[in-house]
Every structure is written in C-alpha cells, then in structure tokens.
C-alpha cells in the first residue's frame, strides 16, 4: 500500500535561511507526488507536482523538490525563507489504483521567524 | 481559474443535529472529494464522487453520508452530529484521474459541535 511519511510536524527557520521540510514515501510503482501548502484559514494550494518527468521539480514562491526513487524521499526545499512562508505543508502520493484519490502526509507546520 | 466554493466557513451545531455541508465547484470536474482535517492527522478522505449520483466511501465514512445530484454539487451530511466530528472539512475536486490528478480545494468549513 502507498504511504506518505513527513519526517517533522514542526519546522522553524529564521527570515532568509534555507528550508528544508521532509517527506518519505512508499509506492510498489513510480509514484505521483505532490506539495501543497495550507496557509492559516485558507484552503490547500498546489506548491508543485511530480509526474515521472524530470527529478527536479519547480513549483511557485521559489519551492523546489527532488525526487529520489533510491531513497524513496520528496523533500521541499527553498534557499531563503519569507515571512509569508509560514504555513502548513501536505507531501501527498497517488495510489497504485489510480482512481483519483490521494494520501496526503499529517502535515508540517512552518515557522519562520524575524 | 478553478473555483471550489464551500457554503460556509464557520458552523457550530448542537449534538444530534442533521446537517449539511455544501460545495460547489465551476470547472466541470468530474470527482468530487470530501476530507476532514485535525491537527496531527493530515487531511483523511471522507467520502468521493466520480459523477453525478455516485459516491464512494473513503477511509472514514462512519456518521456521514453524502449527495450527488448535480455535476458541480457535492453535499456532505452529518445525519446526527456528534462533539467527535468536530473538525475541518475540506473539499475538492479534479478531473478523472490521467498522468496527473491534482486537486483543487475550498476555504474549508470549520464545524464545531456543542
């Protein structure tokens, strides 16, 4: 079965230091993966996406993610932290069924401090 | 830009209350997907729709029942509302599933019970 594990439910990094939130994954075939981000009383916001294409992926607001099959990992990363990065983040999969559904990760809350 | 509208974003209910949740989205997508989301637990898939007058449970159907009688609409029903469903419901929608299916949610209904 597919799973999605994010490493760390908390993060916290100071304005204009490199971020780096977690996520592992389990997937028996190549896996879709997904970042969102859920800022405070707002709905969930596709960050970037994964589709077997190129392992580097780039999203919006300068996040980026590698996928790495030999480690099973989709971390997100950014080089300098904003103030307004603070939020929550869902690492999220597709499973084997293909049916439309998603598993989404238990979260990772950003803090970003002055 | 796809729009997921949810009929409420603040609710609060009394135990044994009926009540209904409603979203509406404008981009013709064929799935529909009701979550809820508690801290800790990422977001957990409720109930999903792949046309009108279908629905599939997901992994929490327990207390909830939905309804699917047009394309854009998608009802989420607490038939009696209990403290324990306290939480955000989240819903999305995509279209059927291809090389990706991403998601695309709504602000999100916070409902407590009393």
């Known amino acids: 079965a597919q799973s999605v594990t994010q490493l760390d439910s908390h993060v916290s990094v100071s304005e204009g230091t490199p971020v780096l939130l977690r996520c592992n994954y389990s997937?028996?075939?190549?896996?879709?993966l997904f970042w969102y981000v859920q800022h405070p009383n707002k709905g969930l916001q596709l960050l970037l996406k994964y589709t077997s294409a190129a392992t580097l992926v780039k999203g919006i607001n300068g996040f980026e993610a590698e996928f790495k099959k030999s480690e099973t990992s989709f971390h997100l990363t950014k080089p300098s932290a904003h103030m307004s990065d603070a939020a929550e983040y869902f690492c999220?999969?597709?499973?084997?069924?293909?049916?439309?559904?998603?598993?989404f990760g238990q979260g990772t809350t950003l803090q970003v401090k002055p | 830009d796809v729009k997921v509208t949810q009929s409420s974003r603040y609710l609060v209910k009394r135990t044994g209350e009926k009540v209904f949740l409603e979203c509406v989205q404008d981009m013709d997508h064929e799935n529909m997907f009701w979550y809820r989301q508690d801290p800790g637990l990422g977001l957990r898939l409720i109930y999903f729709s792949y046309d009108v007058k279908m629905k599939e449970k997901g992994d929490i159907p327990e207390g909830y029942s939905v309804s699917r009688e047009k394309k854009e609409r998608f009802s989420l029903i607490l038939e009696s509302a209990s403290t324990s469903q306290t939480s955000m419901y989240l819903c999305a929608s995509s279209f059927p599933h291809g090389t990706v299916v991403e998601q695309y949610f709504g602000p999100g209904t916070r409902l407590t019970v009393t």
């Open positions: 999220v999969v597709t499973p084997s069924s293909n049916t439309g559904k998603l598993i």
């Open positions: 997937s028996s075939y190549s896996p879709s």
